[in-house]
């Protein structure tokens, strides 16, 4: 199969083409930027697979001719909110496979809309397939299945757990953080109580995790809220949440509310949030054994006629410290390129072959062979044994 990695050489998607140039599957990859020297320094120091190109994705005959005799086109080009759909629309146009890691729950909305196109077409779309959105919709599904009926889904994750990568921590102006700034500001989509709602995010949500202490998240904008009622009719609630510790939010919610009142302008608030996070990599995070899990999938609905819930988490306590420790300083690039190298490559053995535009959960991944996949070469890409992290996902139920 033949790729074209659009953003291939960026923060995320570098860790994904690091993984998929090793796939039997892959016999080209073409790394395409808007930084040609970029793009060019990066493919030579992967294998002989690897080549580069410069391209503007505002050009839209570029864009499709940079897309001829192209199997699948790999989108981590950001920001997603501008270039998701129209780069889609492309690959479609093109009758090229697709799949990306967009992480805006606005775009997905658009992408979704484009799942008849995609049929007609013949295409496979599969959106947000990171680790959040990605890993978290497929633990979500994994709950959701142990139960009879679901009513609410809730994914999650530890603000404090994510680590930026050095490529990243370089740059003026991360997307990832300006992500963020858009996502606790304003208002955001999510579905409560049967519709959906835009809501102010950092709300706080009860979570009555099995097998832990109540604790609350914060709303978070994101696709994993827009993208499970599409599956599951029975659900009332599908909400994205964070957690972390208290000084955390109230910090983060302070410069939220200076952004929301025009204080602070979006820009600046990434600047700040920047240097609070090369602040605290040089500094040890207090341990908590009452802590919520760093990532996780929570259904809650009936099973045999009864309330119940399912939690489905990633955990770094596996009883060995050092690899415990490893877990802990994944990156973000790591945790979210290597899951969309996995995607790529089921997608080149022909693992996933439904067409249309889908969300991780669609029912397309299997969920626990596609974990097993991403733990496999995580575990590779950190000089691990390849079965280092089987142990890393606990599922915990109500009854």
Same mark, same amino acid.
């Given at each position: ?107 997905? +909305? *658009?992408?979704?809309? $484009? &799942?008849?196109? %995609? ?5 496979? #779309?599969?959106?947000?397939? /990171? ?27 530890? +603000? *404090?757990?994510?680590? $930026? &990568?050095?490529? %990243? ?5 991360? #997307?990832?953080?300006?992500? /963020? ?43 994993? #809220? ?174």
């Amino acid at each position: 199969m033949k790729i074209l990695a659009i953003g291939g050489c960026g923060s995320m998607g570098r860790y994904a083409m690091r993984t998929a140039q090793n796939f039997s599957s892959v016999e080209k990859i073409v790394i395409a930027d808007i930084d040609k020297e970029s793009a060019e320094t990066f493919a030579r120091n992967l294998n002989q697979k690897v080549s580069a190109m410069q391209l503007d994705v505002n050009d839209g005959d570029a864009l499709k001719q940079a897309m001829k005799d192209i199997n699948i086109v790999v989108n981590t080009c950001g920001p997603y909110f501008k270039f998701a759909t129209p780069i889609l629309k492309a690959a479609i146009s093109s009758g090229c496979n697709y799949i990306d890691i967009c992480d805006d729950w606005e775009p997905t +909305i *658009d992408m979704m809309q $484009l &799942d008849a196109a %995609a049929k007609s077409a013949g295409v496979s #779309a599969t959106i947000g397939l /990171g680790a959040s959105p990605g890993l978290t919709n497929l633990m979500a599904l994994i709950a959701i299945r142990e139960l009879d009926e679901v009513t609410t889904v809730y994914t999650g994750w530890d +603000i *404090d757990g994510i680590s $930026l &990568d050095e490529n %990243a921590m370089q740059q003026s102006e991360n #997307a990832a953080m300006m992500h /963020g700034v858009e996502q606790m500001t304003g208002q955001v989509k999510v579905f409560k109580d049967g519709i959906f709602k835009m809501v102010k995010p950092l709300q706080k949500i009860n979570v009555d995790y099995p097998g832990l202490a109540k604790f609350h998240g914060n709303i978070f904008g994101h696709p994993e #809220a827009v993208t499970f009622p599409n599956y599951f009719p029975t659900l009332k609630n599908s909400i994205n949440l964070a957690h972390g510790n208290y000084a955390d939010f109230l910090i983060l919610k302070t410069i939220m509310a200076l952004v929301n009142l025009r204080l602070l302008s979006k820009a600046k608030a990434v600047n700040l949030f920047s240097l609070l996070e090369s602040k605290e990599s040089i500094q040890d995070k207090p341990k908590d054994i009452d802590r919520p899990p760093v990532m996780y999938g929570f259904a809650q609905g009936l099973k045999n006629e009864l309330p119940a819930s399912v939690g489905v988490c990633m955990t770094s306590e596996t009883g060995n410290l050092d690899l415990d420790e490893q877990i802990k300083n994944i990156s973000m690039g790591e945790i979210t390129g290597i899951p969309l190298a996995c995607g790529i490559k089921m997608l080149a053995e022909g693992r996933i072959n439904q067409t249309g535009v889908l969300a991780p959960e669609a029912g397309h991944i299997e969920p626990s062979l596609f974990i097993t996949d991403v733990f496999e070469e995580i575990s590779k890409a950190l000089g691990l044994q390849i079965d280092s992290l089987s142990d890393s996902i606990k599922i915990t139920r109500s009854w």
